[in-house]
């Protein structure tokens, strides 16, 4: 590989591990950590989650997420939600205290995101997440083709 296209992977690289990591930054200030905002996160967008979805979503091990399900289940915060299960797969819900707790910190969170978005504008962040879906189609094909 040539030396403009390792510069462009370590910029890219360095980017999305910078991106992630002032989300955790953001939990670790609320006393949550990554993965409980990930969980809060994707009930908020989906209404309820899976370990599976939220596993194969952000590529995290099953057993991290398993704890962290566990551990918010024994708070009070999650509960099982028999109407969003499927076959094996349990799906949870926030509780009542659950989403009492998680409401201000997604509420920060969304007006934090939304100066970002202003700042950068609509249209580029738009155009970024597209960019960064087409790479990702273009490396898993020649992933696949790599077999």
């Given at each position: ?8 992977l370590?910029?890219?690289?360095c980017a999305v ?8 930054a953001?939990a ?11 969980v ?7 209404g309820?989650?899976?370990?599976k979805?939220?596993c194969d ?9 398993n704890?962290v ?9 999650l ?7 499927t076959?094996?797969?349990?799906a949870f819900v926030?509780?009542p205290?659950g989403r ?5 910190l997604l509420a920060s969170l ?5 100066q970002?978005?202003r700042?950068f ?5 738009h155009e970024?997440a ?9 490396l898993?094909s020649a992933?696949?083709q790599?077999?």
């Amino acid at each position: 590989m040539d030396a403009a296209s390792l510069k462009l992977l370590a910029e890219l690289n360095c980017a999305v591990i910078q991106f992630r990591g002032l989300y955790a930054a953001w939990a670790k200030r609320h006393d949550i950590s990554y993965n409980e905002m990930l969980v809060y996160y994707t009930i908020r967008d989906q209404g309820y989650c899976t370990q599976k979805q939220l596993c194969d979503s952000y590529l995290l091990p099953r057993q991290t997420i398993n704890h962290v399900m566990l551990d918010l289940r024994a708070r009070g915060l999650l509960a099982l939600s028999p109407d969003h299960c499927t076959g094996r797969e349990k799906a949870f819900v926030l509780t009542p205290r659950g989403r009492e707790y998680a409401a201000p910190l997604l509420a920060s969170l969304d007006k934090i995101e939304e100066q970002a978005i202003r700042r950068f504008g609509g249209q580029r962040m738009h155009e970024m997440a597209q960019t960064l879906l087409d790479y990702d189609s273009a490396l898993q094909s020649a992933m696949e083709q790599d077999q």
